[in-house]
């Protein structure tokens, strides 16, 4: 608390602005402000995870006040702690619990039964536990305790606090189990998996409520375990964490596009204590082309506040796809705190700190993508399947942006700092020029052109694109590098990447003479 009532002071009353990982806004004052300061508070939701633009940056992501960034974040004791879930890990934890490595050869009665009878292992995308199988209770159960009593002496050790919640949620995948029990406990609760799962981790709250009373056990209500279960209830120390999966990215959670979570919000929250995993991304094939989304954070935030949250979680996690992710979760991280501020300043402060010149030309680029979903009534889910699912990155839309990211190019042609953020701003809709330019093709050719006067030069955008897109990448992998103590498997993980995508921006300059660009 005394932590987040500094950077608030430079923040509120300096006129500091913590823009990103690296970047920051800091004015140059003849004073220090320290005359009618009034710096208490309290957040809306008690927990507030974003996801990370750098992986465990601890600097930044207490700056944005917040508990969480990422996958998870090593909360040392100058940092004040955080509130993190307990070990293995803060999702799709089944996996760690139960490894196929380990159990499957001996035991496959202890994995899920498919479709077609068979067991399948439990890896993270491949399959489930049998959770009607007692034995995989018992395994969990241990597990789970093994887990607490390792992290309870870690926390002493760096005097941080423990962590109060732990996860147990699906693994990454649809394929649970069929088998005849799982099936008839499935119809003891309206014939619905979360049920089934309610049940489960029912059971291991109850195997830890004497010993540990004051953790809470958290699981999904996410994919196949959404639908409401009937006769059951969560137990006080469970939590259901609703995933806004196939929300309209599109509008706020509370326009009439989004009455299936606003239901499923209603209901969960009469049996159970609920949190939210919120979506800024999109995952399918072309993953996150540009979405305006940030439109409806605020009426998201005000919506989750109705239902009391103990946690807020939102995904702005594409580090490999980025599209104005340093915006969105600026504007998500302040918001979180606080539903209520005025968004447009908000979007301001930032636009003019890391834009510089060219922060009028980012604002409208922002609505003119906005404007193009309310005119082709956008529904964009988490999973669009293709690039057909962006009808709104038209072929007025995409030229109109593009105008606006030349015009900046020549404001900023003598800062390359603010250039960089600039093209990294003008990537997203670069490559919905790339992955679209077959629609946007035949769209010019319907409306009377052809291929000779097409107004976007594709070459020029292709490798504009790759140089952008492997230069983020790039430094991501400076800044790693650098870092003390850092996973290697997570470099790996970056160099990975860079390699897939090289050979992606070949194929693209491969389809045409006029794509000849050196890769």
């Given amino acids: 608390g005394l932590l987040y009532g500094v950077y608030h002071y430079l923040e509120d009353y300096?006129?500091?602005?913590?823009?990103?990982?690296?970047?920051?806004?800091?004015?140059k004052l003849d004073k220090l402000p320290d005359k009618d300061l009034n710096l208490s508070g309290k957040p809306t939701f008690p927990v507030r995870i974003l996801s990370s633009t750098i992986p465990n940056?601890?600097?930044?992501?207490?700056?944005?006040?917040?508990?969480?960034?990422?996958?998870?974040?090593?909360?040392?004791?100058?940092?004040?702690?955080?509130?993190?879930?307990?070990?293995?890990?803060?999702?799709?934890?089944?996996?760690?619990?139960?490894?196929?490595?380990?159990?499957?050869?001996?035991?496959?009665?202890?994995?899920?039964?498919?479709?077609?009878?068979?067991?399948?292992?439990?890896?993270?995308?491949?399959?489930?536990?049998?959770?009607?199988?007692?034995?995989?209770?018992?395994?969990?159960?241990?597990k789970l305790k093994e887990y607490i009593e390792s992290d309870i002496k870690r926390a002493k050790e760096h005097a941080v606090p423990s962590p109060q919640v732990y996860d147990i949620t699906q693994n990454d995948n649809q394929v649970y189990c069929r088998c005849k029990d799982c099936n008839d406990l499935a119809a003891r609760y309206g014939g619905t998996q979360s049920g089934?799962?309610?049940?489960?981790?029912?059971?291991?709250?109850?195997?830890?409520?004497?010993?540990?009373?004051?953790?809470?056990?958290?699981?999904?209500?996410?994919?196949?375990?959404?639908?409401?279960?009937?006769?059951?209830?969560?137990?006080?120390?469970?939590?259901?964490?609703?995933?806004?999966?196939?929300?309209?990215?599109?509008?706020?959670?509370?326009?009439?596009?989004?009455?299936?979570?606003?239901?499923?919000?209603?209901?969960?929250?009469?049996?159970?204590?609920?949190?939210?995993?919120?979506?800024?991304?999109?995952?399918c094939t072309p993953k996150n082309l540009p979405i305006a989304s940030e439109f409806g954070f605020a009426e998201d935030f005000k919506f989750y506040k109705k239902y009391n949250l103990h946690r807020c979680g939102s995904e702005n996690s594409q580090i490999f796809y980025p599209e104005v992710r340093e915006y969105k979760a600026y504007l998500m991280y302040h918001l979180m705190e606080d539903p209520y501020q005025d968004i447009e300043k908000l979007k301001k402060d930032f636009a003019t700190g890391y834009y510089g010149p060219a922060?009028?030309?980012?604002?409208?680029?922002?609505?003119?993508?906005?404007?193009?979903?309310?005119?082709?009534?956008s529904f964009m889910p988490m999973y669009p399947y293709g690039a057909g699912m962006y009808p709104h990155l038209d072929l007025d839309t995409v030229s109109k942006a593009q105008e606006l990211f030349t015009e900046g190019r020549k404001l900023l042609k003598d800062d390359p700092v603010l250039l960089r953020r600039w093209n990294l701003a003008a990537l997203g809709i670069d490559r919905a020029a790339l992955a679209r330019r077959v629609a946007l093709i035949q769209e010019h050719i319907r409306q009377g052109g052809n291929i000779e006067n097409f107004p976007l030069d594709l070459a020029t955008i292709c490798e504009r694109a790759r140089k952008t897109h492997l230069g983020y990448i790039d430094g991501i992998l400076a800044t790693l590098k650098n870092r003390a103590g850092e996973d290697p498997k997570l470099i790996e993980n970056f160099e990975r990447q860079k390699l897939r995508w090289q050979p992606l921006f070949s194929e693209i300059a491969a389809e045409h003479d006029s794509f000849a660009v050196p890769v």
């Fill in 14 to 27: 300096c006129g500091v602005r913590f823009l990103s990982h690296d970047a920051e806004y800091i004015p």
């Fill in 359 to 377: 922060a009028k030309l980012f604002l409208q680029y922002r609505e003119i993508i906005k404007a193009s979903q309310e005119r082709h009534d």
């Fill in 57 to 142: 940056d601890n600097e930044y992501w207490v700056k944005c006040r917040l508990n969480r960034l990422g996958w998870s974040s090593p909360g040392i004791a100058k940092f004040g702690g955080l509130r993190n879930e307990g070990r293995p890990a803060p999702c799709h934890t089944f996996a760690y619990y139960l490894p196929t490595s380990k159990y499957f050869k001996t035991n496959p009665e202890y994995f899920a039964m498919n479709i077609d009878g068979e067991r399948v292992g439990g890896d993270q995308y491949r399959g489930q536990p049998c959770l009607s199988n007692q034995t995989v209770r018992k395994i969990f159960l241990e």
């Fill in 196 to 283: 089934i799962m309610l049940d489960f981790v029912n059971e291991l709250a109850d195997g830890i409520k004497e010993l540990y009373p004051n953790l809470t056990l958290q699981t999904f209500a996410y994919q196949y375990t959404e639908e409401l279960p009937t006769n059951i209830k969560a137990r006080p120390n469970v939590s259901v964490i609703v995933c806004t999966t196939r929300r309209n990215l599109a509008q706020p959670l509370t326009d009439e596009s989004n009455i299936y979570y606003q239901r499923l919000f209603e209901e969960w929250s009469k049996i159970a204590k609920v949190s939210v995993w919120n979506y800024a991304d999109t995952y």
